[in-house]
C-alpha cells in the first residue's frame, strides 16, 4: 500500500480520527498570532487546525495530498461557521510562493525523510512574510521509546539542533521539548516526547 493508500483509507473513517480540536501546542500560541492576515497550515488533513486558525481571525489556506482529509476538512470548517481555501496538494512537491503568509502552521509533519524535510523548510521559509511566524510541533528521537505515534524512523525525528540550523536567523525563537500526555483523536494518544518551535523570519 502506498503511502497515499495509507492515508486515504485512514481518513476514510467517519470520524476525525485526530479530533475536531486544534493541536495544543498550536492553540496555546493564540497569543502571538495576528489579529488578521494569511496562514498556511502545511498537511493541513482534516483541518483541525486550519480550521481553528480561520476561528482567529485569519485568511487560510490548508494544503494537503488526500482528497478525503480535505473533504472532512471543508465540512468541517462549514461546521464551524468559517472558511478556509483548501488545496490538494503534495508538501513535498508543492511550489512556495515569495512571501505569501503571515503564519505557517507546520504541526506533526514527519512523513518526510530528512532530504524532503529540507525542501519542505526552505519553502516554508520563502513563503513566511518578513516578520512572519512560524510555529512547528513534531516528536523528538525519544518518541520511539514511547511508541504511541509517529514514525519508525529516527532520522524523520526532530531535533534541536536541526531545528535551530534549519531556521537560523529567526528571531524571538523558543524551542521547548517535553513529555506530555496527548489527546488528540483516535490516532493521536498516549505519553509522548515532543517538541515545540516558535520564531519569527527575519524582516531583512
Known amino acids: 500500500m502506498s503511502e497515499f493508500e495509507r492515508w486515504q483509507k485512514r481518513f476514510s473513517a467517519p470520524e476525525y480520527i485526530f479530533g475536531e480540536k486544534p493541536n495544543a501546542f498550536l492553540a496555546s500560541q493564540k497569543h502571538l498570532l495576528p489579529k488578521a ?18 476561528e482567529q481571525g485569519l485568511d487560510v489556506h490548508a494544503i494537503d495530498f488526500s482528497p478525503n482529509a480535505l473533504e472532512k476538512a471543508r465540512a468541517l470548517a462549514k461546521k464551524r461557521g468559517v472558511s478556509i481555501r483548501t488545496e490538494l496538494a503534495d508538501v513535498i512537491d508543492w511550489t512556495y510562493p515569495e512571501q505569501a503568509y503571515d503564519v505557517i502552521a507546520v504541526i506533526f509533519t514527519q512523513f518526510m525523510d530528512p532530504d524532503e524535510r529540507d525542501r519542505v523548510f526552505v519553502g ?10 512560524l510555529l512547528i510541533e513534531g516528536y523528538t528521537p525519544k518518541q520511539l521509546e514511547f511508541g504511541t505515534g509517529g514514525p519508525k524512523q529516527v532520522e524523520n525525528l526532530y531535533t534541536r539542533e536541526q531545528l535551530t540550523r534549519d531556521f537560523a536567523g529567526f528571531s524571538d525563537v ?9 489527546d488528540e483523536g483516535s490516532a493521536h494518544g498516549g505519553m509522548s516526547a515532543v517538541i515545540d518551535f516558535t520564531g519569527l523570519k527575519p524582516t531583512s
Open 174 to 182: 523558543t524551542i521547548s521539548e517535553y513529555e506530555t500526555e496527548m
Open 124 to 133: 516554508v521559509r520563502r513563503a513566511l512574510k518578513p516578520g512572519g511566524l
Open 37 to 54: 492576515g494569511t496562514a498556511l497550515s502545511i498537511a493541513d488533513g482534516e483541518g483541525r487546525n486550519g480550521v481553528w486558525l480561520a
